[in-house]
T-cell receptor, first 117, second 114 residues
């Protein structure tokens, strides 16, 4: 089956620094990638939708200048949390879909645990 | 607006007993339906999905789900629960619109007692 990887799996950083999280589709070309955020004991909340070669579409309430998303190729999307603060600590999960159709299955990465001190 | 409801926040089932996790959706047409499982600190694993056809869907790990259009439901079932099934379960819906992401329910935590 399709595999999506995320790197790093866990990161701890100091407040004010920036952190980059990579999401890769290993065996398929992901036209669309999604970034979710999950707080403890809560569901996944969509942050943004990223289509290869175009700007990401952010959900309401998500600061695009704080959460920079780059989908530079069909197999890689990056999420950069800029000037991270403790409230940005969360579990970030990406997913990738081959094709733009909503009926195509999304494949999820294993997630990245971000802790901001 | 589209939404997914998982009415049960937490369910405890005895090992060997049957399980049913409820999921209801709100959408004008039939969406694509998914069930995912998440162990603590882990990503999501797809249990099963429904796109069309037979309304009873078989998945991995002995799970099945039944789509009932009249009730806008897609409940997950397992005839005999194992201790290793303890996890968080998410129902999700997808829509046949370009670029749209899955919408997740709030999840149901399954505990298994011995």
């Amino acid at each position: 089956g399709a595999v999506v990887s995320q790197h790093p799996s866990r990161v701890i950083c100091k407040s004010g620094t920036s952190v980059k999280i990579e999401c890769r589709s290993l065996d398929f070309q992901a036209t669309t990638m999604f970034w979710y955020r999950q707080f403890p004991k809560q569901s996944l909340m969509l942050m943004a939708t990223s289509n290869e070669g175009s700007k990401a579409t952010y959900e309401q309430g998500v600061e695009k200048d704080k959460f920079l998303i780059n989908h530079a190729s069909l197999t890689l999307s990056t999420l950069t949390v800029t000037s991270a603060h403790p409230e940005d600590s969360s579990f970030y999960i990406c997913s990738a879909r081959e094709g733009r159709g909503g009926g195509n299955e999304q494949f999820f990465g294993p997630g990245t645990r971000l802790t901001v001190l | 607006a589209q939404s997914v409801t998982q009415p049960d926040i937490h369910i405890t089932v005895s090992e060997g007993a049957s399980l049913e996790l409820r999921c209801n959706y709100s959408y004008g047409a039939t969406p694509y339906l998914f069930w995912y499982v998440q162990s603590p600190g882990q990503g999501l694993q797809l249990l099963l999905k429904y796109f069309s056809g037979d309304t009873l869907v078989q998945g991995i790990k002995g799970f099945e789900a039944e789509f009932k259009r009249s009730q806008s439901s897609f409940n997950l079932r397992k005839p005999s629960v194992h201790w290793s099934d303890a996890a968080e379960y998410f129902c999700a819906v997808g829509f046949n619109q370009a670029g749209t992401a899955l919408i997740f329910g709030k999840g149901t935590t399954l505990s298994v007692s011995s």
